[in-house]
T-cell receptor, first 113, second 116 residues
Framework: QKEVEQNSGPLSVPEGAIASLNCTYSDRGSQSFFWYRQYSGKSPELIMF????GDKEDGRFTAQLNKASQYVSLLIRDSQPSDSATYLCAVPPGGGATNKLIFGTGTLLAVQP | KAGVTQTPRYLIKTRGQQVTLSCSPISGHRSVSWYQQTPGQGLQFLFEYFSETQRNKGNFPGRFSGRQFSNSRSEMNVSTLELGDSALYLC???????????????FGEGSWLTVV
């Protein structure tokens, strides 16, 4: 089992729809969870981070965390063509003070105009 | 507020040469991490530094090394370059170390290394 798993996609949604991106992780000791957006040829850009179970909203983005199920998701409301990118889920390993991130392979999102 | 700055942005090296990449973290940030990104392996952790000490190291050969200076700036070095070292090398900085709330991790634009 991979440490951080994401569906590689592509996930295709029409403009204005809700895009739902999912991530599962294996380390129960992980405490914080990050979503990065990466456009082709660019570096990862932090979109959201979440530490507590439940939902965290920031504009059109909502991160959802369920530690019991080891599952974190990112919802993008009113999807725009400019949201088309690869979305990376990143999780620090549990058990120590570290900023090391373990990344999933990323989900490619394509928003169709 | 300036972001994470990496230099050089693009470089081409010959197999067998060595390369040094530089990273200046966000002002006030003391933690610097390095990652390698390739199409086949994705983003992989190389090492992290905090207050000039290497705190963690990824599963890379000894040809990959790094260091951090007293001003938190960091360099990584790859010796005896191989074709497979062609990648985007990313530096990330954060204020502190650990998974406390608010300790977010920001990436620089990366250094694109091509080995021919």
């Amino acid at each position: 089992q991979k440490e951080v798993e994401q569906n590689s996609g592509p996930l295709s949604v029409p403009e204005g729809a809700i895009a739902s991106l999912n991530c599962t992780y294996s380390d129960r000791g992980s405490q914080s969870f990050f979503w990065y957006r990466q456009y082709s040829g660019k570096s990862p850009e932090l979109i959201m981070f979440i530490y507590s179970n439940g939902d965290k909203e920031d504009g059109r983005f909502t991160a959802q965390l369920n530690k019991a199920s080891q599952y974190v998701s990112l919802l993008i409301r009113d999807s725009q063509p400019s949201d088309s990118a690869t979305y990376l889920c990143a999780v620090p390993p549990g058990g120590g003070a570290t900023n090391k991130l373990i990344f999933g392979t990323g989900t490619l999102l394509a928003v169709q105009p | 507020k300036a972001g994470v700055t990496q230099t050089p942005r693009y470089l081409i090296k010959t197999r067998g040469q060595q390369v040094t990449l530089s990273c200046s973290p966000i002002s006030g940030h003391r933690s610097v991490s390095w990652y390698q990104q390739t199409p086949g392996q994705g983003l992989q952790f190389l090492f992290e530094y905090f207050s000039e000490t290497q705190r963690n190291k990824g599963n890379f050969p000894g040809r990959f090394s790094g260091r951090q200076f007293s001003n938190s700036r960091s360099e990584m070095n790859v010796s005896t370059l191989e074709l497979g070292d062609s990648a985007l090398y990313l530096c990330a900085s954060s204020l502190a170390i650990g998974q406390g709330a608010g300790n977010t991790i920001y990436f620089g634009e990366g250094s694109w290394l091509t080995v021919v």
